[in-house]
Nanobody, 127 residues
Framework: QVQIVESGGGLVQPGGSLRLSCAASGFTWDYWAIGWFRQAPGAEREGVSCISSSDGTTAYADSAKGRFTISRDSAEKTVHLQMNSLKPEDTGVYYC????????????????????WGQGIQVTVSS
């Protein structure tokens, strides 16, 4: 069965960096996409970034552009989200999602019909 494990969250000061990782397993699809979503306290969940395993195409939320970088190791079924210049408004629970049989990404992962969710990991940006 599909398993998704997030790691790398924690507490960081404003302006600092964190690197989130998402390890997916338990599937045999040749192509897939992985996305990152986040949910701040009292707010709706929003997409942060999305990447295709096959062609490496990516998408970013406007709030993430220029600060966050998503990358993948397709062979290891792992995706990383490097987050730099973090702001207090980046605080929230970050969720990794797996979307099977996706060959390319042109927009955020919430457009894909099939999704598997990770448990989420806390990111807190505070002094």
């Amino acid at each position: 069965q599909v398993q998704i494990v997030e790691s790398g969250g924690g507490l960081v000061q404003p302006g600092g960096s964190l690197r989130l990782s998402c390890a997916a397993s338990g599937f045999t699809w040749d192509y897939w996409a992985i996305g990152w979503f986040r949910q701040a306290p009292g707010a709706e969940r929003e997409g942060v970034s999305c990447i295709s395993s096959s062609d490496g195409t990516t998408a970013y939320a406007d709030s993430a552009k220029g600060r966050f970088t998503i990358s993948r190791d397709s062979a290891e079924k792992t995706v990383h989200l490097q987050m730099n210049s973090l702001k207090p408004e980046d605080t929230g629970v970050y969720y990794c999602t797996l979307h099977p049989t996706i060959t390319t990404v042109q927009r955020m992962c919430d457009v894909f019909p099939r999704v598997y969710w990770g448990q989420g990991i806390q990111v807190t940006v505070s002094s």
